[in-house]
């Protein structure tokens, strides 16, 4: 859409920029698809739109072949692109891109997002859109040049902060180019730039407690001119300590340290253990035979190398809205490292009962307790491990303590959209779940 044919246009359809929206749009063509092919779309992507505006962006997508879901706040242009785009592949909805539940899209195989995102809201919808764990592979996005530049900062910059750790933490930020403001009707105040975040791979950081991570970061640029030592001693941090052991300047500043540096500092403060596997050999499991009948114990790196049948639980546990949490499992675990379980789950130890395991592995996991419900008991088979599993459910709506050497992260979600996950990424989930889960919709329904 060339720019002489835009104010015309926007008269046809009775619409006028919004500035309270950030309404400015995209006239450079070649722009647009260059920006698109930053994406590599292929015909098997689901791609979600933030504002896609009159459709430029839009439009070079489907000629990808991709699907297309593109959310949009201002209704008139929401009548307008349902009008332009008769394509089947393409779904425009009138939504705030900020209200959009992101769960949903763990329903579609490949998910990635493109946008030009408005500048009043773009820090908010960069932390909705990149929680982790993500469904979506990709991100590239037209921000204000200004906060682009945050996204990828490095160490002893100005631009360098908290949101640039938090963001670098879980992906990798390209800085792609500079976008002049003359490529837009009206023109902003200000350049944009183009980013494109990815994930990072499994184990390419030292696994840490990113909570305390988070908290320490905080807290380090409250104050960027004070020395760290003197912040983070609030926080009742051992300064010296972390001094000596890490090898810093005791008068450093936040913005010294680089991302690598901030996660062996957490791990000062709060040390996760990723070698605890290492020991859990050493623990004796219940050994049972084909009737689930105790016949003795052993160590656990016998049971799994002899294929001996042993025991395990697994819980489920909602809240009022009757979502299911998930815990996706550390990426330290020797077995289904980064997929999706059950809330909480574990073996049976010798000498221990299936109720009684139950509740350990809750308030270990979890840090949590509540009344449990046996739900089902399951055959042992090459889809459980081997296991007979007895599965419980309960119902919490309170704060959860998760086990960060067991747990990478969870989340509650609808028991639809699991069911529709399951569907299209059925190797996001730890085998002995999806046997669980079937049986629970089973008895559910």
Not at 37 to 58: F, K, M, N, R
Not at 268 to 276: H, L, S
Not at 281 to 307: M, Y
Request: proline share 5%; charged share 25%.
């Amino acid at each position: 859409m060339k720019l002489s044919e835009i104010p015309a246009l926007l008269r046809e359809i009775g619409v006028s920029p919004v500035k309270s929206l950030g309404q400015n749009f995209l006239h450079d063509r070649n722009l647009a698809r260059w920006i698109v092919d930053q994406a590599s779309i292929a015909g098997d992507d689901y791609i979600v739109e933030i504002g896609p505006g009159l459709g430029v962006l839009t439009e070079f997508a489907l000629e990808k072949g991709a699907r297309v879901l593109a959310i949009e706040k201002d209704k008139r242009l929401v009548q307008f692109l349902r009008e332009r785009f008769t394509n089947q592949n393409v779904e425009i909805i009138h939504a705030d891109a900020s209200e959009f539940d992101v769960r949903t899209l763990y329903a579609q195989s490949r998910v990635k997002l493109i946008g030009n995102l408005p500048y009043y809201i773009s820090s908010q919808l960069l932390i909705k859109f990149l929680e982790y764990p993500s469904p979506i592979s990709l991100w590239l996005l037209m921000l204000q040049k200004e906060l682009a530049a945050r996204l990828g900062a490095t160490p002893r910059t100005s631009d360098y902060g908290a949101l640039t750790l938090q963001i670098q933490f879980h992906y990798r930020v390209e800085y792609l180019r500079t976008v002049s403001q003359n490529v837009f009707l009206p023109k902003p105040d200000v350049d944009s730039a183009i980013v494109r975040l990815t994930p990072r791979a499994e184990r390419e950081l030292p696994a840490c407690d990113y909570a305390v991570f988070e908290k320490l970061v905080r807290r380090g640029f409250s104050q960027r001119r004070k020395q760290l030592g003197k912040l983070l001693r609030q926080e009742g941090a051992d300064w010296e300590r972390i001094v000596t052991t890490l090898g810093l300047n005791p008068w450093a500043r936040a913005e010294e340290l680089s991302l690598e540096q901030w996660i062996a500092l957490t791990n000062c403060v709060a040390p996760v253990d990723p070698g605890k596997d290492n020991i859990e050999p050493e623990e004796q499991f219940q050994v049972v035979d084909e009737r689930d009948t105790a016949v003795g114990s052993a160590p656990r790196s016998q049971v799994h190398a002899n294929n001996l049948l042993h025991r395990a639980v697994h819980i489920l546990i909602f809240n009022s809205q009757g979502e299911v949490f998930l815990q996706l499992r550390s990426r330290w675990k020797d077995r289904h490292p980064i997929q999706w379980d059950s809330s909480a789950a574990g073996h049976v130890d010798a000498g221990e009962t299936y109720d009684q395991t139950a509740d350990r592995e809750l308030e270990e996991e979890l840090g949590v307790e509540t009344t449990l419900e046996k739900v089902a008991k399951l055959p042992a088979s090459d889809r459980t491990g081997l296991e007979f599993i007895c599965l419980y459910q309960g119902r919490y709506d309170g704060t959860m303590r998760l086990n960060r050497t067991e747990i990478e992260a969870g989340r509650y979600f609808p028991p639809s959209v699991i069911d529709d996950w399951m569907a299209a990424r059925p190797n996001e989930f730890a085998p002995g779940f999806v046997e669980c889960w079937k049986v629970w919709r089973e008895k559910s329904s």
